[in-house]
Antibody, heavy 119, light 112 residues
Framework: EVQLVESGGGLVQPGRSLKLSCVAS????????MNWIRQAPGKGLEWVAY????????YYAETVKGRFTISRDNAKNTLYLQMTSLRSEDTALYYC????????????WGQGVMVTVSS | DVVMTQTPVSLSVSLGGQVSISCRSS???????????LSWYLQKPGQSPQLLIY???NRFSGISDRFSGSGSGTDFTLKISRVEPDDLGVYYC?????????FGAGTKLELK
């Protein structure tokens, strides 16, 4: 069974940093591109970042470029999102999601981890 | 960026009824390789989104044939027939043809 379990969220002050993790199981993690997708309270879905299976290709949404860094450790089956210079508008539920190479969709999602940016 | 516009914002349906949700993209979603990467997701209350349909009209594993997707280019439709209580929630279309990946704002399906 595919499982994606996020952690690392919490309450953080504006301008501070936070690092999210997503531990994968039930599939060969190193074979899949992975994404972070967020959902502000009561709002829709916003794609945040993508990293290819071997970390060769990385893309970011303009809203986080230069502030967030996506990375992965295939030996640990773990995806990361380092978030710096956090703003109130970054407050959201952050999901990690697996991307299928041929279908370019998100076939499995974690349960999400909440990040609240507030003073 | 490709803007995805979903209509309606909300839908009321009776159990057993049929509904359609429209999704329009600001640019063609036909990839250079000829494929169209338009997906549909359902987010049930309190849950993570789940994949229903990929590449316009293909049902994901375990998805009922009551769900069907159609369309081409910039205009796409999700149809749900014989609506069941477990179908309620917010439906999102999403495009994977070009970065950044973008989603529609969602259509909330409620019981009448």
């Amino acid at each position: 069974e595919v499982q994606l379990v996020e952690s690392g969220g919490g309450l953080v002050q504006p301008g501070r940093s936070l690092k999210l993790s997503c531990v994968a199981s039930g599939f060969t993690f190193s074979n899949y591109g992975m994404n972070w997708i967020r959902q502000a309270p009561g709002k829709g879905l916003e794609w945040v970042a993508y990293i290819s299976s071997g970390s060769s290709y990385i893309y970011y949404a303009e809203t986080v470029k230069g502030r967030f860094t996506i990375s992965r450790d295939n030996a640990k089956n773990t995806l990361y999102l380092q978030m710096t210079s956090l703003r109130s508008e970054d407050t959201a539920l952050y999901y990690c999601a697996r991307r299928r190479y041929s279908e370019l969709d998100f076939d499995y999602w974690g349960q999400g981890v909440m990040v609240t940016v507030s003073s | 960026d490709v803007v995805m516009t979903q209509t309606p914002v909300s839908l009321s349906v009776s159990l057993g009824g049929q509904v359609s949700i429209s999704c329009r993209s600001s640019q063609s979603l036909v990839h250079n390789n000829g494929n169209t990467y338009l997906s549909w997701y359902l987010q049930k209350p309190g849950q993570s989104p789940q994949l229903l349909i990929y590449k316009v009209s293909n049902r994901f594993s375990g998805i009922s044939d009551r769900f069907s997707g159609s369309g081409s280019g910039t205009d796409f439709t999700l149809k749900i027939s014989r609506v069941e209580p477990d179908d309620l929630g917010v439906y999102y279309c999403g495009q994977g043809t070009q970065y950044p990946y973008t989603f529609g704002a969602g259509t909330k399906l409620e019981l009448k």
